[in-house]
């Protein structure tokens, strides 16, 4: 069936006309010509497009399903950087003060305990764990699950390019999710074509057997 077809094979990237490929998304192909789709190899009965097509759209609802629930994540995550970038300039002020820094760590769910935090030039960022709030003095990041001990300009450093490359993704990700949308259109519309024909071919089959 040539109603789809791969847009990208190997990571995401732009064409020479300077469009963007959407990684791993099969691009469906509008059927303009039913009666020359159906004579494809592959398409001997209507019922056997509709299926292949309806499998399809179950490929483009369980993408979309995966790349919303990225969607959500990146959104719950950049709203963390940024505090937690707020809270290494404060301490990048303080680090040369002689008094403590108050403030507030996770105990356990909904309680918190108030800490003094001495002048320092040190953070440790927490990667990859969604345990600790963005009030404390490290960073959520993802795909790990370790502490690691950094300078607060490192630190920031680090902060600020994941916040960068995280906006990004989810730029990527909003653009993923449009472009899955048109496939959805572009899928519904060539089922419908092909239901159609089928039954005008059926009506057609009907009526000659009927001056027969």
């Known amino acids: 069936m040539a109603a789809a077809k791969d847009s990208c094979g190997k ?21 303009e010509d039913v009666d020359s789709f159906m004579k494809q190899p ?24 995966n790349l919303a629930q990225k969607k959500r994540r990146l959104k719950g995550q950049i709203p963390e ?8 300039k404060y301490m990048q002020k303080k680090k040369e003060s002689t008094n403590s ?4 760590f996770l105990l356990a769910d909904n309680l918190y305990c108030k800490a003094s935090v001495p002048p320092t030039d040190k953070v440790c960022l927490w990667l990859g764990s969604s345990d ?10 993802p795909q790990a699950n370790v502490m690691l001990e ?15 490359t995280a906006t990004k993704n989810l730029d990527s990700l909003e653009e993923d999710l449009d472009f899955l949308r048109d496939q959805f259109t572009t ?19 009907d009526s000659t057997k009927n001056k027969a």
């Open 81 to 88: 950087i940024k505090q937690t970038l707020e809270i290494l």
């Open 101 to 104: 820094m108050e403030t507030r």
């Open 11 to 31: 990571g995401e990237m732009a064409t020479g006309n300077g469009r963007r490929l959407h990684l791993g998304i099969p691009e469906a192909v509008f059927v």
């Open 187 to 205: 899928t519904e519309v060539n089922m419908a074509r092909v239901y159609n024909w089928d039954v005008k071919r059926r009506n057609k089959d």
């Open 132 to 141: 600790y709030p963005a009030t404390c003095p490290w960073i959520l990041l």
């Open 42 to 65: 592959g398409n001997e009965t209507a019922d056997t497009v509709l299926k292949k097509l309806d499998e399809q759209y179950q490929k483009y609802k369980f993408m979309e399903l």
């Open 150 to 164: 950094y300078d607060i300009d490192e630190a920031q450093a680090l902060l600020e390019k994941n916040l960068s």
